[in-house]
């Protein structure tokens, strides 16, 4: 009796300590989490760190000048401003840059969708004498700048397939002779690059003096490292070997460190002065929603989504996979009585204008559209932005979600995401440069339940955290997340893959997923050993992808329906410890 209550006494002291001893261990790896993340965050600073340094190694450099001071032209330029542009003061860097387009030297302009880049290239054009010269990849783009500066008076015209002979004429007289008024022509870089008829007028211009400026407008497709690549991009280097004396603008929305670089050495600017605005858009909510696996369930979702938070009209964006989708999605949302239409790049251009064009007069709620609907949207109140499937890079996400909210005003950007998505998106990224790491990071954006969406965009962009003040789900939420022990069911999906690899089989997502099932049961599993759902254990055998448990040997292994789930060929050993055998 008496050695019963000693052993009790014991077995209670053995399980608080037990207890205390689980409760450290939970701190413990609670800590490791966080150090892991701040291991990342600290290799991606040390990355950008590494990559300026050898970038002013050869020498394009940014001058420290200060270019907020005095300038001989600052009376004129607030005239102008304020005269011909309504616009009553400058915006963050404006002044900045149109005074050293002004002193002639060359520009790398990185400033946020929204932020008034037109200005700093427009303003300077119209203060110049001569005739600057703007490369943008759209016509669509350029028709409404051309239309946009008219309406201010300023004569712009643009040179493109669509011009007609007269007008044509007119532009030829202008570069050739100097005749006629013509302040700022637009031109698309096929123009630069395959016509030699314009390239002879340009430096005719140029030699008389009159070429002011060049600007490039969406300078990072340039680079085949962005996300919109334009191969005749590539040949607007010419321009600075051509007109050496005259200053280049190049300005885009965002472009990562590698951007930069890449499209600094492709235009020849290496002594460029740089002007970087942070990626922030304050004013816009970031969130993340679970995908449910059945379609109508997300269609219901995406219409009560709209029909409650907006429900006079306000308009919005549907960003869909692929073209059949983008079709379905705007006709089920009809069907539950969003006024929607889709966009895709099968229909022909009149058609896709016409959408386009109801839509931005408020006379149609919500464009679906693939990612063709891209550049060129100025439509300034967007107050929504949904991403019915994840997108395939993080840059392609903040251009895509960075439509809304233009005008300052608070919108949201809302992601779908399931684990079964990415297959889909890893099949059509899997031979681009970098595709699949590219993918990798904005599925890491879908998964996290923890950190900050907007960090995840300071930190792929190389930039400095800044304050979310709430705005997005992760900072505003309070969910209690639960935690569980996922070693036992790392260790069936890699054995899961072992045997299919020894079997010479590949598998789908939901095959292995089923052969997982089937493999808990046959161990025999209790009850109190954790159960997964189908999307947990696909999160799961995702989160090992990106986490590089899944090695290299397993790669290909494993296939969707048609499309290759690519596992793990970045494997490298920063969970040592946490590798099953
Ligand atoms: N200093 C300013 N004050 C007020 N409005 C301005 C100012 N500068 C530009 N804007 C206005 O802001 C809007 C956006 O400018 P702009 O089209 O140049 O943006 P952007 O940076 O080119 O954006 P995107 O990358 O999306 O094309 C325009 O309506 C423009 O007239």
């Known amino acids: 009796m008496e050695d019963e209550e000693n052993i009790e006494e014991e077995l209670f002291l053995v399980e608080s300590q037990l207890h205390d001893i ?77 005074n050293t387009v002004m002193s002639g030297k060359d520009v790398l302009v990185i400033m946020a969708a929204g932020g008034g880049k037109s200005l700093c290239y427009q303003l300077p054009a119209v203060l110049c004498n001569g005739i600057a010269l703007v490369v943008s ?14 309406a201010l008076g300023i004569p712009a015209y643009m040179l493109t397939s669509t011009t007609n002979k007269e007008v044509e004429k007119f532009i030829y007289r202008a570069l050739d002779k100097g005749e006629g008024e013509l302040k700022i022509l637009y031109v698309t870089p096929e123009k630069i690059s395959k016509s030699k008829r314009f390239m002879s007028k340009l430096e005719k211009c140029h030699h008389a003096g009159r070429l002011s400026l060049v600007a490039v407008d969406e300078a990072h497709c340039c680079s085949q490292w962005g996300h919109d690549f334009r191969p005749d991009y590539k040949n607007l280097g010419i321009l600075k070997i051509q007109f050496p004396s ?145 997108s395939k890079s993080m840059e392609t996400y903040y251009q895509e979600s ?51 969406r907007r960090g995840a965009f300071f930190q792929h962009f190389g930039e400095a955290l800044q304050d979310c003040n709430g ?55 209790s009850n109190k050993d954790v159960d997964l759902k189908r999307e947990e254990i696909e999160q799961l055998i995702v989160q090992l992808i990106l986490d590089h448990v899944l090695k290299e040997e397993f790669q290909h292994t494993a296939y969707s329906t048609n499309a290759y789930v690519t596992l793990g060929p970045l494997w490298k050993p920063a969970l040592q410890g946490k590798i099953p055998d």
């Open 22 to 98: 689980q409760g450290q261990i939970k701190t413990l790896l609670d800590r490791q989490e966080e150090l892991y993340e701040r291991q990342l965050q600290l290799k991606a600073l040390l990355e950008v760190s590494k990559m300026s340094r050898n970038k002013s190694n050869y020498g394009s450099s940014v001058t420290l000048e200060d270019w907020s001071g005095s300038f001989p032209w600052d009376s004129q330029a607030d005239d102008t401003r304020f005269n011909v542009f309504g616009i009553t003061s400058y915006r963050s860097n404006q002044r900045e840059i149109i």
């Open 137 to 150: 990849p759209l016509l669509s783009l350029i028709q409404d700048q051309v239309m946009g500066l008219a």
């Open 246 to 390: 005259v200053p280049m603008i190049a300005l885009t929305a965002t472009a990562t460190s590698k951007v930069q670089m890449d499209l600094i050495e492709m235009l020849h600017i290496p002594k460029c002065v740089k002007f970087v605005s942070t990626v922030n858009r304050p004013n816009l909510f970031y969130k993340v929603y679970e995908k449910s696996p059945v379609g109508k369930v997300v269609i219901d979702e995406i219409a009560n989504f709209i029909s409650e938070s907006y429900p006079n009209n306000e308009s919005g964006i549907v960003y869909c996979f692929s073209r059949r989708e983008c079709e379905q999605v705007a006709k089920e949302l009809c069907d539950r009585g969003i006024s929607a239409e889709h966009y895709h790049a099968d229909m022909d251009i009149i058609a896709r204008e016409k959408i386009h064009m109801r839509w931005s007069q408020g006379k149609s709620q919500v464009i679906v559209g693939t990612v063709a609907f891209g550049m060129g949207i100025n439509k300034p109140d967007v107050r929504f932005v949904i991403h019915h499937s994840l």
């Open 402 to 452: 960075g439509r809304a909210g233009r005008d300052g005003l608070s919108s949201e950007c809302v992601l779908y995401y399931r684990p079964g998505d990415v297959p889909r998106q890893s099949s059509m990224v899997f031979y681009e440069n970098c595709g699949l790491q590219n993918l990798y990071d904005i599925v890491r954006y879908c998964q996290s339940k923890r950190s900050c």
């Open 471 to 525: 705005m997005c789900d992760n900072c505003a939420s309070s969910i209690e997340l639960k935690e569980i022990d996922a070693t036992n069911h790392t260790k069936i999906v890699v054995s899961v893959l072992r045997d299919l690899k020894l079997n010479d089989q590949r598998a789908t997502l939901l095959q292995l997923v089923d052969k997982f099932k089937a493999k808990w049961k046959g161990l025999g599993y």
